[in-house]
């Protein structure tokens, strides 16, 4: 049975993506089978992984709005171990066909048991809001992965996460816990990310991953070549990041 980990903050620009995309690979070549579910309707995960989103003729919104069974929407990727169901901006209007559903944020929970036999890893690539889409995330997700930008105002905005976070446990998914808090585009010669690096170690304690992204300038690059970052430059120092957080991420799970 996969573990399925919903990366989220409602803040947009802060790693989700490149975190979806990298982590995904990662934990392929770590040689664990793992599907990346773009719910974005903007699609970055889809194109950053080479898929050209005008040859989509079906996505995740198929699935979510027409009970279309998610293993029609699988795509293989350029990389070995890893899937993709995709997103186009077809997606922007699931966000308010779903208010009219019936349970409406069991949705994407419902569509990835049958698949989840087959994976090691879910992983599921959020927008940046705290809409339907990243609730049925949420309720589908054993566990959530929360992004953090080392900028000014890192912390704003996480209370509502993390309320959100609390609600769904409440109401819609008792088992989902926090998998970790990632520290992203971190530049060691700025105080700035020392300091938010302190108060989000202060908050979350041991949540904080001790692998921490910094700024990569080749992990920008990549997207716009369709590749994961282990593709286009094993050797930068974003690469050797994200394979150290799938470590991580591979021992929480054991
Ligand atoms: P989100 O999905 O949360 O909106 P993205 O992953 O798309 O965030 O990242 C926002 C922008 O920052 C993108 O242009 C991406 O290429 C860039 N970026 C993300 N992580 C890094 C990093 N560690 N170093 C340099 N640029 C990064
Ligand atoms: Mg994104």
Known sequence: MSRVVAIANQKGGVGKTTTSINLGASLASQGKKTLIVDIDPQGN????????????????YDVLINELPVADVIYPTSVGHLDLVPATIELAGAEIELVQTLSREHRLKRSLQSVRDQYDYILIDCPPSLGVLTINSLTAA??????IQCEFYALEGLGQLLNTVRIVQKHLNKRLEIEGVLLTMYDGRTNLSIQVMDEVKKYFQQKVYHTVIPRNVRLSEAPSHGKPILTYDARSRGAECYVELAKEVIQHGQ
């Open 45 to 60: 995960t889809t194109s950053g992984l080479g898929i050209n989103k005008a040859d989509v003729k079906q996505c995740i």
């Open 142 to 147: 054993d566990a959530v992965l929360i992004p």
